[in-house]
Structure formats: C-alpha cells, structure tokens
C-alpha cells in the first residue's frame, strides 16, 4: 500500500466532514474518489495533503505516519495535487510558477535557478504550454490553467498525484485533451493517482478501482463495473425510488 | 597577457588564465552603472548648497526605508505599515548609546543592526500568526505604542524634544566638507541597500518572496517552507530599516520620537512604496526622492503645506494605483514583477 487512510474523522464544529472513512492506494492504481455534492470528497484530500488535521485515525504514505506533518512536509515525501478552482500565482509567468515547484518541491543539490528554468520548460513542454511560459498566469484560460496545476504538481516529482475535478468547466473537445493528457502522465511518469471526478464516463472508463463517500462515510469500494451496479450508491446518488 | 574581445554585447577580458565577461545591456537606460554614476554625481553638483544637500540625505534616508519595505511586502506577502517603528528602534539604540556611552558612530552601527535583528526576531512571530488586515493593524499600533513610551519614559527618551546631542556622521573640521561627505555616504548606503535587495530578488529568494505573495497555501502545497521564508525575510528588513535610523540620527545628530514615530511619517513611507510601484525596488527610489523633493517644494507655501501634503498623497493614491514605475511597466509584463494586495483571509 502506498497510501493508506485507517478510521480518518474530521469535523468542522457540528458537521462531520469525514466520518471513519478507511481506505487504500496501491502503488501504480489510478483511484476514483466520488460521491455526490458535499461528500467529503475535497476534505479528505486535504486531509491528506497536510492542510487540515485529522480529528481522529491516521494516515499512512510510503512508510511514513504523516497525519501531523505539515502541508511542504508531506509535499517533499511525494504527494502532489491539483485543485479544483485552479489556484496558480496570478503575477507570475506560468515558467516562473512551475519553476517554484521544481526549486521546493524535492532536495536536489546543486540546482541553480538556470537548470529549474530547463527543468520547468519540459514539464510545460509536457502538458502543451510551452508557448505560452512567458504569460502571466492570470492570462491563461481555464483549460491552459488545468495543465499548469498538472506540470507543477509532476515537477515536484511526485509519487501520488492527487486530482480534483479536473473536467469541470471544460467543453467536451478539451475534456477529451485532459482525459489524454493524464493518460499520458500515467504512462511516461507511472504515478499513482487519486482521483475525484464527477463526469462518471471519465471514472468507469480511466480507473482501476473506485471509493464512494455519501455524507463524510465510505458506503462502497470496489471495481467500476461492479460500483455502478450496486443499489446502496444508485440509492446516494439518484433516490431510492432508482436503487 | 591581456587581450580584449568584443562579441555584439558580450566583453571578453582574459588575464593569463583569468577570464572576465561583462554583458553590455543594449537598452542602455536600464545599464546600473549609469543610474549608479547619476546619483553619485548629484552630491557633487550640490556641494556648496547645504539645503539642498540635506535634501538629498533626506531623500536618500527614505530609500533606504523604501527599499527594504518593498522586499518585506513580497517576503511576507502583507503590508506592513509600521516600518518606521524599527526606524525608531535604530535611532533611538544610536543616539542613547552615542549621547549616554559616547559611541561613536561606526561603535554603534553594530548595536543598530543587532537591536534591529532582536526586535525583528521578537515580531517575526506575527508573520505567520497574524493574516492579512491583522497584520496591518498590529503593525500600525505598534510605533504609536512607542511614542506613548516615548512620552512616559521622558527622562531617557525626552519625547517632546527629542534627544540631541548624537555623534555626527563624520568631522572634518568643515561644516561644508561635513555636508558633502554625509551626502556622499547616504548615497552609498542607499547604493548598498539596493545592490543587496537586488541581488536578493533576483535570486530564488525572490522567486520563494514572489509565490508567498501570490499564494501563501499554494506554495507550502508545493513544499516551501513559507514560515522559514517569511520569518528570516522580516528579521532581515527590520535590521535593514533600523539602518536607516541610524544614519538619521547621525546626520541630523537628534532623534526625536515625534518626528519619526506620527502617523503622518508612516504615509509617506506608504506613498513611497505605492507612487513608486508596489513591490518594485527601483521604482521605491523614485517614489522616496518625489516624496522628499515634494515635501520640499511644498514648505514654500507655509504653514498651509500641512494640510496640502498628504492631500496631494491621498490623490496620487487613487489616481496612479500602478505608481510610476508601474506606467512605464505595464507593457512589460514578459518581466515578473508582484503586486501587493491586502487579504482578508
């Protein structure tokens, strides 16, 4: 297991975020995280990537009990993400913003901030922004800006990848880039991947294994296939009336 | 064996094994020797105007709290309106050691940057406790809480007159030579303060500097340690700031709580900062010596220029949002430059 999340509870004053929720990644899976709006989803990734605390459980990676670690810890470990708004630094060159990424996110000795430059122009080469490295970030579109989350999550040269709705306000035509540009990452990079998603196509075609949450709780786990038909998620997600 | 090789804008010297390369920038208004040359000569042209000479210090003094300012802002990703607190902490550490130890002035430039250094420890905590607008006010309380102790403590401070008396800069029998020379090491120590932030922002301090104030949670997502950062960038800036108190109460040789510690102090400093061009190194140059020369000018109208000063600033706060510098940047984005802005998360 590399990452491993054993009885994980948060919660905000009254409301329970995440409720005992216990699960796994192996290495090289592609996980799919879903569940309907106001699941748990993003609060467990969180959880995971050190900006909140656990109330209760633990969560395990490669080893390591990084449940209190702090958030650029946990990054130098090999946990990278994406977010679902996409939060880039506005001011800055989209080179320059994944040029941050390569200079922290893992200790590498001798590298001045000429080889980050290089280092940097290959993982925007990679998602396709090489031509645009010296516009702002504030400049770029939604979908430019999904594949720069993307390049500076791998240039901290990660070894789970966490995503965070990466279709959502995409048009079809460049949802079809996305889903082909994480394929790619998977094959050159062999990363493992969390992912949340809503586009259900996306997640019944591209993972190897599927969590559901429905109010902060895990109801099911298992494959794809067999997730769609189980009645307990068919009941979360369209009534009971369908299940 | 010396020979010199010239390639479009490279030049080449090699001496023996020695090999020196200078790069000749084609756009020769952004050549640093040349701006470097300007300001140096500027005392030179004024040597037998003593008022205008203390202009210059003046203005000079105010780059020297300007330049650092603008390295804090971005380093620490909020706006600090207190700087002039640390200003203080440098004048008052000089003047009390000059006028009740007798230091001179090169004995208490170390005690300076160490008070500055303490004290910057001592704050650097809010940096990372202390978000957004918090920080703003803690940081405008805090030289206002100064100048009540200035008052209460009156016997070691003296707040209403200030303490005389200071070891002046340099003595050379000649009140004129004086002048010069004090002119000429203000410029220097601005020089100083802008070769080190300079050198600082180019670096990947100034890349870390940049992403903490764009995105504070973002960059610690992408594994930089921000608290280090932010912390060792406000110790560093305060003992900057201090610095320059201790050059103004060696060159005026009194410090005076009142003078330095007033709100109004503090507008000019952020009218600096801001006509200048947020966050911009070389524009703060330009906004200090328009503030100085201004403030100058102004005094020519009596006592009416009270009320005209920070009207006048408060208009070119609306009016120019980019500062000076930011009009002729605009364009020029394929440079990185950051912008500040208040949060209030």
Known sequence: MLLNLENVTKKFGGIVANNNVTFGVNTGEIVGLIGPNGAGKTTIM???????????????????????????????????????????????????????????????????????????????????????????????TLFELRGLELARALATTPKLIMIDEVMAGLNPGEARKAIRLIERLIDEYKVTILWIEHVMKVIMEATDRVVVLHYGAKIAEGKPKEIANDPVVIEAYLGEKYA | MVTIEHKRAHIKVHIGNFKF?????????????????????????????????TLFAT??????????????????????????????IGGFTASLLSIYMGFGPWITLPFVILAGLIFGLIFSGLTTIAKGLYFSLITLILPLIFLEITYVYTDIF?????????????????????????????????????????KVLRSRVGLFSAAINDE???????????TKVKIITFIITSAMVAGAGWFAAHYFGTFAGVTYLPLSFMLKILIMVIVGGRGEIYGSIVGAYFVAALEKALTFLGPIHYVLFPLIMLILLFSLPEGLYGLYRRHKYREYYPTIRIRNR
């Open chain 2, 216 to 226: 504070e949670d973002v960059a610690k997502g992408l594994g930089l340690n921000i």
């Open chain 2, 59 to 88: 203005a000079n003094i105010y780059a020297c709290i300007a330049i650092p300012l603008s390295w804090q802002m971005t380093g620490i990703g909020r706006m600090n309106f207190g700087p002039q607190f640390f200003l203080a």
């Open chain 1, 46 to 140: 969180n959880l995971i990537s050190g900006i909140y605390k656990p109330d209760s459980g633990k969560i395990l990676f490669d080893g390591h009990d990084i449940t209190s670690l702090s958030a650029d810890k946990i990054c130098k470990l090999g946990i990278a993400r994406t977010y679902q708004i996409p939060r880039p630094f506005p001011d800055m060159t989209a080179l320059a913003n994944v040029c941050v990424a390569v200079m922290c996110g893992k200790k590498r000795d001798k590298m001045s901030y000429g080889d980050a430059m290089l280092d940097a122009s290959h993982y925007l080469e990679f998602v396709g922004l090489f031509g645009k490295r010296n516009t702002l970030a504030r400049d770029l």
């Open chain 2, 21 to 53: 390369e200078h790069v000749i920038e084609p756009r020769y208004w952004r050549n640093p020797l040349i701006g470097v040359a300007f300001i140096l000569i500027i005392p030179f042209l004024l040597r037998d105007m003593p008022d205008l000479l």
């Open chain 2, 158 to 198: 003296k707040g209403e007159t200030g303490l005389c008396g200071v070891a002046p800069l340099v003595n050379f029998g000649s009140i004129k030579i004086n002048y010069f020379v004090a002119g000429i090491l203000s410029a220097v120590m601005m020089l100083i303060y802008l070769l080190i932030v300079d």
